[in-house]
């Protein structure tokens, strides 16, 4: 079992920049976020592949978002630059066991395991 610890998000007008955080107590195979606001389909936004580094972004934030991990490669960080107000929504942190398939919020396949965190919100104001 997988024990994550979020933190970041907030409020901010557009333009403006958040980091959020997500701490694993153990290791995994990939880290990143996926988001939902409401009305929406969810989307994931931004995965790091802790053994290489290798990293996913979503088209729609491509260029304004960078994930990154920490040395022990426990804790993946999002900087959030050039906030727009369709980027509010509330950011999942998920970490995978195993075989790390997109997208992060569906079922684990095989003998790979999920665990998402609680969700943190981001607003971003006009």
């Known amino acids: 079992q997988v024990q994550l610890v979020e933190s970041g998000g907030g409020s901010v007008q557009a333009g403006g920049s958040l980091r959020l955080s997500c701490a694993a107590s153990?290791?995994?195979?990939?880290m990143g976020w996926f988001r939902q606001a409401p009305g929406k389909e969810r989307e994931d936004v931004a995965v790091?592949?802790?053994?290489?580094?290798?990293?996913y972004y979503a088209d729609s934030v491509k260029g304004r978002f960078i994930i990154s991990q920490d040395n022990t490669k426990n804790t993946v960080f999002l900087q959030m630059k050039n906030l727009k107000p369709e980027d509010t929504a509330m950011y999942y942190c998920?970490?995978?066991?195993?075989?790390?398939?997109?997208?992060?919020?569906?079922?684990?396949?095989?003998?790979?395991?999920?665990?998402w965190g609680r969700g943190t919100q981001v607003t971003v104001s006009s």
């Open positions: 998920t970490a995978v066991r195993g075989t790390c398939l997109r997208p992060l919020y569906t079922r684990p396949l095989g003998t790979a395991t999920k665990y």
């Open positions: 790091i592949y802790t053994g290489d580094g290798g990293t």
């Open positions: 153990d290791y995994t195979s990939c």
